[in-house]
């Protein structure tokens, strides 16, 4: 399984940011497909930023767009999640996995972390 290690969650205010990020545990970045996910309480996992390996683009959920940018920085060995214009309803644990598909769907990322967790409150 290829294992990720998130970090950087905290508490933030509406329209504040944050940045969290995460790294490989025991592989290199290299051409792997990355996600973010996220999952608030009662609530399923939800995808919300994807990275294809093969073409190095990287495709948002509708719900983050224009306020999310996820980044990869292969010399860092490190996944970056730059969250501005944060809202409420962003609340979540934030999770981020590998998948050996180049041109996965979300489906195809099934290895889970702890997660790092967001809270936005007012």
């Known amino acids: 399984q290829l294992q990720m290690k998130e970090s950087g969650g905290g508490l933030v205010q509406p329209g504040g940011s944050l940045k969290i990020s995460c790294t490989p545990l025991?592989?290199?970045?290299?051409?792997?497909?990355i996600a973010w996910f996220r999952q608030a309480p009662g609530k399923e996992r939800e995808g919300v930023a994807l990275?294809?390996?093969?073409?190095?683009?990287?495709s948002y959920k509708d719900y983050v767009k224009g306020r999310f940018t996820m980044s990869v920085d292969n010399a860092a060995n490190t996944v970056f999640l730059q969250m501005d214009s944060l809202k409420p309803e962003d609340s979540a644990v934030y999770y981020c996995?590998?998948?050996?598909?180049?041109?996965?769907?979300?489906?195809?990322?099934?290895?889970w972390g702890q997660g790092t967790q967001v809270t936005v409150f007012s």
């Open positions: 996995s590998a998948s050996r598909f180049l041109q996965p769907v979300w489906s195809d990322f099934d290895s």
């Open positions: 025991g592989f290199k970045l290299g051409l792997y497909s």
């Open positions: 990275f294809r390996g093969t073409d190095q683009t990287i």
